[in-house]
């Protein structure tokens, strides 16, 4: 009782500090409803994100033979296969559409010029010049890379009518999409950081 007690604190005063028109609420089994609408529990999803920064790291990506950052073929991978290869916490958001708490995924804040990629299967997604500080605890972007980078699926889930975005190329899930972002779009890609991938560098990927 005493750590449901902590957790709805914790949560009222992450999101009181956020400042954003976040949909967020906890449920009876004390998981939380955030902004992207998914359910999450620090248990089972963030303990470990800020600890291991890396949960991805190059040898499980070897392992991952569909892992590609050049070919944008699109994949059809059943979730039986994924769940052999990817780590826990990055099936769980991509496949089972989790959320990860706000303010504690690696990417919420981060800044640097690169390019944000799928962390399931490589595929280019953001460049960091289209992500703004949304004050969310989520990163973040008003644009993708190609038009087709990512997917959309109407989602009415927890009783709210949203806009899922998935992986234009392995559908895994990635977030929503809001219609609150800064110009020039007005949109919001409010994504989870575990399943995104961050490579620094000068030149960014273009699709465009
Ligand atoms: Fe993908």
């Not at 991805?56 to 059809?76: A, V």
């Not at 769980?92 to 990629?117: L, M």
């Not at 992500?131 to 969310?136: I, L, M, Q, R, V």
Request: charged share 25%; proline share 4%; net charge neutral.
């Amino acid at each position: 009782m005493k750590k449901v007690i902590i957790l709805i604190t914790l949560n009222i005063f992450f999101m009181a500090i956020a400042g954003c028109n976040s949909k967020n609420s906890l449920t009876k089994d004390g998981f939380t409803l955030n902004d992207s609408g998914n359910k999450s529990t620090g248990q089972n999803i963030n303990q470990n994100i800020n600890q291991n920064n890396n949960i991805m790291d190059d040898h499980q990506k070897k392992e991952n033979p569909y892992y590609s950052r050049t070919d944008i073929s699109k994949l059809d991978v059943p979730d039986s296969e994924w769940i052999k290869i990817l780590p826990p916490e990055v099936y769980e958001v991509a496949r089972e559409k989790g959320t990860e708490r706000a303010f504690t995924g690696k990417y919420w804040n981060t800044e640097g010029i690169g390019t944000y990629y799928c962390a399931v299967c490589g595929n280019a997604l953001f460049r960091s010049d289209e992500k703004f500080a949304s004050a969310c605890g989520w990163p973040s972007f008003f644009e993708t890379i190609r038009k087709n980078s990512v997917i959309y699926k109407e989602d009415n889930s927890y009783g709210m009518n949203r806009t899922e975005v998935l992986c234009g190329r392995c559908d895994s899930h990635l977030g929503h999409l809001f219609d609150d972002g800064p110009p020039p779009t007005g949109k919001r890609y409010c994504m989870n950081s575990i399943v995104l991938d961050f490579e620094i560098g000068d030149k960014q990927e273009s699709g465009k």
